[in-house]
């Protein structure tokens, strides 16, 4: 029981540091940074203590199609399944061997057009703008079927403005593409073609076949003497013995091969290695860019409206968080929400700071949470980052304003990762860190994972999204004032290791799951998919700083918002 009394003080202390009503911001750092050198020291000295949370042992796990997965209870079953429905895609049959390229869809074939409004008439604001789209493979013919990857925008660049449209499959090779009709002049409908059916059907497989395909490692060390082995989810069974390193909270589970000559506490960094795609039977054409990949349709009439002031008796749609279809929209270039928050500007340092003042702000994640704290960094040059001798990566990041009395801090989420090399002490899952915080009116969590579940079997996403579910609810019951904001991923540029490995494709059905995962739950969602697609810019995995700059305004405007 010693280790025991020992975690309950250590906690005692922990809530001491995420307390501001007790601490001035100068001693919470400096108890902070104690913490977190005792933190990680104890992590080297006791594996299997309360904060480690590491079982190791060299037991094989039982794998089902080389994947591990934490058991679920009935109900975590139960909508596991129906998540699982309500994202299922068109089935394709497999192609053949090689596949019949000529009778894949050709965007350079296919086209859309901007059908009459109902009941005729001008174009006004509040109507609602519909396209339908018809494909066509590349000898020409019209497609019979749906399943295709496509998404579409309205924008007007002269005006600064721009909205996500929502796209309907019918099945049978034509699309429709619907958008809300927001502001008054041009509007020019953009629809992008990302994958053909089949290129999907092929993404599908591989995650199957080849899931966690990019390499993780773990380097092991002993004095002068190391090894790196593969980790993963889903390790191949083979006659080699596993390190099983499954977080005993929350049953994350996270497996190496065994070292053949050092032990599994040993472990000590984790990395990833260069993967090079290898297609076989002509499926890299599939994914060509300029050609099949992201690439633009064009309209078979005019591709834009004009749209006019609303009707006499109409009001101006001004938001309504249950009855928009789309979270918001650009106008002069800055992000108006439609669900009923008024967003504000925070253009400078003093604004930012005024925000911040008083605040605690976590965030959990991957890079493109990292990207908000890197901006703020940058826009708080009265702000001082502490060197913590930690992956730039990963974290933990810290940065702190004495004169404003805030803290914002950065940490990487738990495996998978596919960052470079950082010490597997600073491997920790997001529930546990929730778990620790005491919450309260000053503290924001802030939290976005997406992006490195990409080539993992969709249920791991979902089981790791229900994990921090329980932990978002565990701190909102103790601190109901706490604010929540969860990023959702975002579209990106792609070539064909970007698409194997990150397919946009594979980031709209994680969103899908993130939704559903978090509906009814209090928490604040911002849009990066919308945020990235109604914008004129191009898609990027870390979007350009205009988007930035509108995400952090939308963060802001839910931490301060307008009176």
Known sequence: MKTVTKMEDFMKQMVGVYSLKFCSILLCLATFLVMFMLRNRN???HKNNFFSIQRVTT?????????????????????EQRILDSIAWPEAPLPPAPPSFEQTSDPAHSNFSILPRRGGGEWRVGDHLEVLIKLHDFQGQAKKTGGDFLVAGLHSKSLGAGVAGRVVDHLNGS?????????????????????????????????????????????FQS???????????????????????????????WFCYKPQNLSCDTRRASSKRIYTPRLKNGEEKLFQGGINMKVYINASGSDSVTVLPPREGKTRFTGNKEKSEVSGYYYQGLWRALDGTVVRQFKDSSTISQCLKGKMVHMYGDSTIRQWFEYLDASLPGAKQFDLGSSKQAGPLMMSDSANNFLVTFRCHG??????????SQMRYIANELDLLSGGPNTVVVIGIWSHFSTFPIELYIRRLQNIRRAV???????????????TGNLKALNLYQTIT??????????????????????????????????????????????????????????CPKK
């Not at 998978?416 to 010490?423: A, E, K, N, S």
């Open 473 to 487: 609810l565990r701190l909102l019951a103790r601190a109901p004032e706490t604010l929540v904001v969860i990023r």
């Open 415 to 424: 495996p998978p990762l596919r960052f470079g090399t950082f010490p597997t």
């Open 43 to 45: 992590l080297l000295e």
């Open 223 to 253: 004095g002068s003497h190391s090894e790196s082995t593969l980790c993963s989810v889903c390790l191949r069974p083979t006659s080699r013995l596993q390190c099983n390193f499954t977080d005993l909270r929350t049953g994350e589970p």
């Open 175 to 219: 699309y429709s593409a619907v958008f809300p009709l927001l502001w008054e002049g041009d509007a020019q409908v953009e629809v992008i073609f990302v994958h053909p059916r089949e290129g999907v059907t092929f993404l599908q497989r591989l995650n199957k076949e080849q899931p966690g395909r990019v390499p993780l490692t773990a380097l």
């Open 59 to 79: 037991d094989p796990p039982t794998l089902q199609d080389f994947c591990t997965f934490k058991p679920l209870s009935p109900a975590d079953a139960l909508e």
């Open 502 to 559: 990150n397919s946009d494709w594979f980031s709209s059905q994680r969103n899908k799951v993130l939704r559903a995962i978090f509906k009814g739950v209090n928490v604040q969602l911002i849009d990066a998919w919308e945020m990235v697609l109604a914008h004129h810019l191009p898609h990027s995995l870390h979007p350009q700083p205009p988007i930035i700059e509108n995400m952090i305004n939308v963060l802001f405007s839910y931490m």
